[in-house]
């Protein structure tokens, strides 16, 4: 199985702040590369596939870039709707595979 | 807008079964792999069971292999997970979520539903 690791695990920001997670994997997934956003209680949301494609209706504030097995989420300038958990997926093999996640609180 | 709905979670106790369902509206079911994804109280994700869009394939996370059984019913737009010699380590919420096409390596989950959760206690 494809290992996906997540840092940090955590973090605190400001509203305004420019956010980054990155998400390693155990082997190359060429671009196979997912982020979702889940807050308190709430079902994951698909935010960015293919490692940079913006899912449709999400925020331009968000953007993901990387290939093989480094990976990077961004937020450009954080919204307090932003505060929550983000995991990294990769879909290039079965299992297909989350990172632990990184939870995003309020500083 | 396509539209998922799980049911059948609850409390069962170790080693029952427990069969949930996830209804699906707003989209043609019959036209995308489904996934089952589960999710431990203040833990991450785990995947846990795929089916292709005829429900001809089918596979899943080594932790539920042979106890667990994910089937469909295209006609009723209705997924199923039958859960079979429950223990307390598959307490979760579970999750439906739609692949992002037909086959079972179609493995981007761009709908997911609510959730149910179960509970595997004596």
């Known amino acids: 199985d494809i290992q996906m690791t997540q840092s940090p695990s955590s973090l605190s920001a400001s509203v305004g702040d420019r956010v980054t997670i990155t998400c390693r994997a155990s082997q190359s997934i060429s671009n196979n590369l997912n982020w979702y956003q889940q807050r308190p209680g709430n079902a994951p949301n698909l935010l960015i596939y293919?490692?940079?494609s913006l899912q449709s209706g999400v925020p331009s504030r968000f953007s993901g870039s990387g290939s093989g097995t480094d990976f990077t989420l961004t937020i450009s300038s954080l919204q307090p709707e932003d505060f929550a958990t983000y995991y990294c997926?990769?879909?290039?093999?079965?299992?297909?595979?989350f990172g632990q996640g990184t939870k995003v609180e309020i500083k | 807008q396509g539209q998922l709905v799980e049911s059948g979670g609850g409390v069962v106790q170790p080693g029952r079964s427990l069969r949930l369902s996830c209804a699906a509206t707003?989209?043609?079911?019959?036209?995308?792999?489904m996934h089952w994804v589960r999710q431990a109280p203040g833990r991450g994700l785990e995947w846990v069971a795929v089916t292709s869009y005829d429900g001809g394939h089918n596979y899943y996370a080594d932790s539920v292999k042979g106890r667990f059984t994910i089937s469909r019913d295209n006609s009723k737009s209705t997924l199923y997970l039958q859960m079979g010699s429950l223990i307390a380590e598959d307490t979760a919420v579970y999750y439906c979520?739609?692949?992002?096409?037909?086959?079972?390596?179609?493995?981007?989950?761009?709908?997911w539903g609510q959730g149910t959760l179960v509970t595997v206690s004596s």
């Open positions: 707003g989209f043609t079911l019959s036209s995308y792999a």
């Open positions: 979520a739609r692949g992002d096409c037909s086959s079972t390596s179609c493995r981007r989950f761009d709908y």
């Open positions: 997926q990769q879909s290039y093999s079965t299992p297909p595979t």
């Open positions: 293919t490692a940079f």
